[in-house]
T-cell receptor, first 113, second 108 residues
Framework: KAGVTQTPRYLIKTRGQQVTLSCSPISGHRSVSWYQQTPGQGLQFLFEYFSETQRNKGNFPGRFSGRQFSNSRSEMNVSTLELGDSALYLC????????????FGQGTRLTVV | EDQVTQSPEALRLQEGESSSLNCSYTVSGLRGLFWYRQDPGKGPEFLFTLYSAGEEKEKERLKATLTKKESFLHITAPKPEDSATYLCAVPTQNQFYFGTGTSLTVIP
């Protein structure tokens, strides 16, 4: 059974640009969550999508957005990049979300210069 | 305020030297507590879920326990391959709260 796939693995962007990250969940999983991981803050929840609807959202500015498609694949977009957005972005999939086990992808390492 | 705190931040053990990692939480309405292992440059790997106080789960050299206010991850006779960052997470109604992790180094 294939795991969670995130693409690309690495990205370098310039301040002010925008970026789109992709996540393909485990087959059959309908919930996809996104997290930002930085050395100082640890893993911070961005948002969760379930059946193409955003179900929960963390405390991030509106520059961070996402969507989920009918095949459960999800994308995350960050507009007007700032240096502080440099981080490892992780997505996690689970069967129904909430308090069920979540399985993580390898992450996308975003560097903003 | 919902919060998850892990201690210690870093732990160095000799191979075979058992120890425990702590995860304390202040969330209302516990819905479970999750332990993950994360290797450098990789995503977290699921280890355990605990749902109620008194529950214990074991996997190889790891054993997780849960009380009403905290969870422990006991590592028995660790090996160098157990070196990693161990994360705990607690779901609330709206999101998962992760601790900042314990970085474990096991020295041969």
């Amino acid at each position: 059974k294939a795991g969670v796939t995130q693409t690309p693995r690495y990205l370098i962007k310039t301040r002010g640009q925008q970026v789109t990250l992709s996540c393909s969940p485990i087959s059959g999983h309908r919930s996809v969550s996104w997290y930002q991981q930085t050395p100082g803050q640890g893993l911070q929840f961005l948002f969760e999508y379930f059946s193409e609807t955003q179900r929960n959202k963390g405390n991030f500015p509106g520059r961070f957005s996402g969507r989920q498609f009918s095949n459960s694949r999800s994308e995350m977009n960050v507009s007007t990049l700032e240096l502080g957005d440099s981080a490892l972005y992780l997505c996690a999939s689970s069967f129904v979300g909430e308090n069920t086990e979540a399985f993580f992808g390898q992450g996308t390492r975003l560097t903003v210069v | 305020e919902d919060q998850v705190t892990q201690s210690p931040e870093a732990l160095r053990l000799q191979e075979g030297e058992s120890s425990s990692l702590n995860c304390s939480y202040t969330v209302s309405g516990l819905r479970g507590l999750f332990w993950y292992r994360q290797d450098p440059g990789k995503g977290p790997e699921f280890l355990f879920t605990l749902y109620s106080a008194g529950e214990e789960k074991e996997k190889e050299r790891l054993k997780a326990t849960l009380t009403k206010k905290e969870s422990f991850l006991h590592i028995t006779a660790p090996k160098p391959e157990d070196s990693a960052t161990y994360l705990c997470a607690v779901p609330t109604q709206n999101q998962f709260y992760f601790g900042t992790g314990t970085s474990l180094t096991v020295i041969p």
